[in-house]
Structure formats: structure tokens, C-alpha cells
């Protein structure tokens, strides 16, 4: 199989497989065999808690363009970094760092970075972040108990085996990427997880910063591939039409006064779905109603060089989501494109995909 043959302009047209699995218990135990108990208290956390009614991929979960094998959430998302994190570095506080990193992801994630006009870096609320994490009285007192503060905890980016700047690899974009190659596509079994994940170290890079890599080339050409395959994924139209609606929806449901900005931190994705399902039925909104109609039925779009008559339509730049990832040669590290003809190919060709300048999908206007 090639490497972007995975995924047919039409969606719906993958070939499924009949006996793939997926447990989010199995997958945590391949990130880190030893749970760290003190984790559980943090997890309990109402508000972090909030994040199992938020889905990792941005409302494709609501929609039959995407046929998704699994539900996955930001709080399966934030444990499974959290479990990485501690499996590499034995560090309490950049632990709970890497669990708390989303805290302040809204319902339906990156659609609100789309809202806001930020779909180029997808960082709108990343400063929200810290202000909720430093106003929690639980947490404060949890991290009383540990012996921490707020300042060690309360901003990941600090710890670079946690995050750090693309094409590097950390915890949180190699925990994103398994789960959702996954569920789009079937990229990842369970089995070639745990096989690529065993020959990942935190390697020194060349600037002699601790940075996750691998010791085997031949395993970071494979997670390359797929993680650039998957990233392709999401710098298709489908995925920025999805996501453009959706957004164009909460905005007009908010405009109409039966949604809040508040609403989207209290109601999990399926209550607001829900409540979007009743005002639609209701025709409480022409436009409304339209919209979320043809965002739930959709199953192709239109791939145009201008934009369509009748058809809500998206011509957008999106982040791309790649790696150049480190691998262990001899006593040093090198990026995988320094050592691997097959690797910067893989990486070149990701980067100069575009897709059609415009994506359209007929609108569906109710009865």
C-alpha cells in the first residue's frame, strides 16, 4: 500500500476490518505498564473529568463523512500523555503537567480554533490553560499533598519530553496520532503500537535537549509514514469542511441564544448534539437547521477549483501535523531525514500536498 492510498477523496469508501479491536486499557498499558497511583486523584478531577464528553477528533465522531472505528477522549488523550510522560522521565510534576495540558479544550476541540480564525496554529485557548489550572482550589490542594506548586505543573511546554515545537517528537503528538491513525483509518493495531512504541528513548537532539526518538530506523520510517499519512488526513477538505461547519453551526446556535460559549466547558459533546437535534427538528433557525442537517448526513464533498452554487463551501489553510523524528545512530542522534532518502521523501511529499483550493458540500435544506 502506498503511503497516502489510504484515504479516497469520497469518504465512506475505506475498507474496513471486520476483526480490528481497540481498548483504551489495553493501548494505556502498551504507554506505560507501571500506572502511577498518584494519577488517580488528579484524574477524578471534576474538571478534568468534563473531558470524556470531548472527543480528540474535532466533531468528525457527529457526522457521516468520517465513519470513525472508536470514540476516543480528551481525558483518554490527556491520561495517555500524562502515562508517556511518566514512562520516560519518573517526573511526578511533568507528569500531572501532561495530564492537565488540555484542561481548557472546549467541546468539540479544534472546531473553536476554527471559530476564532485559527485554524493555521489551532492555539486559541492554549492560554486559557493556565488560568484555569491556577484558579482550581482542588488542585491546589492535591498538589499541596504532593509537595508541588502551581508553577510546576501549570504550563507542559516547559518540559520537552512532554511537548515541544514540530517536527520533533513528544508525548502529547505521539499519544494524539496512535489513537487517532487508528480510528480514522485503521493505521495502528494494537500490536504495532506496542512494537514501535518499545524502541522509542529520550534521545539527545542537536541542541542537547532531552527529546523522545528512536533506536531503530527501520520503526521510526514506519511511525513517519504513518503519522504523515494520518496527518494528510487532516489537511484534506473533508476534514476542513467538517470542521468549518461545525463551527459556523455552534456560532449560529450561540447567536440564537439556545447555546453558550459557558455551555461548550459544562455540556459534553453528545448533549449538545442532542440539543442541536431538537432546534433542528424544531426549525428554531432556517440556517441552522440546514447546516446541522447537511453536517449529520453529508457523506462526500465536492473537490472544486471555485466554490459551488447552493453548497456550503471552504477554502482554507490548515496546520499540518508532521514529524522529522530523532533516531539513535551510534553514540549520537540524527533526524530521520539526515539518514533515510525513504524518510525525507515521505516528509517532502507531505509537505507539499494541497488539495483542491475549495471543498463544497450541497446544502440540505429542510422541509
Known sequence: MKLFDIWDNKAGTEIFNPDFQWSVKKYHSILCSDFPDFLDEYIQLPFLQRLEGVGLLCGTDWTKLFHNRFYYSRLNHSVGTALITWNFTHSKKQSIASLLHDISTPAFSHVNDFRCGDALTQESTEDLNI????????????????GLNLQEI???????VADNKMPCLSADRLEYM???????????????IENEY????????????????????????EYTKKFCSTGLILQRNEDKLSMELLGKIISLAIKNGFLSEDDLYIMSEDEIIALFDEKAELNYDEEFSSLFETFRTMEKIIHSQEKVENCFCVNLN???????P?????????????????GIDCIENFLSFNDTPFGCVPIKFRN
Do not use: Q
Open 131 to 146: 488560568k484555569m489550572i491556577n484558579e482550581y482550589a482542588p488542585l491546589k490542594e492535591l498538589l499541596e499533598k504532593d
Open 154 to 160: 501549570n504550563d507542559y511546554h516547559k518540559y520537552p
Open 178 to 192: 496512535f489513537p487517532s491513525g487508528a480510528s480514522l483509518t485503521e493505521e495502528w493495531t494494537l500490536s504495532e
Open 198 to 221: 518499545s524502541t522509542i528513548k529520550v534521545l539527545k537532539n542537536e541542541k542537547g535537549i532531552d527529546e523522545l526518538g528512536f533506536t531503530d530506523l527501520e520503526a521510526a520510517l
Open 318 to 324: 490548515v496546520k499540518k501535523r508532521y514529524i522529522n
Open 326 to 342: 530523532l533516531v539513535k545512530c551510534g553514540e549520537n542522534a540524527k533526524r530521520l531525514s539526515l539518514v533515510s532518502k525513504e
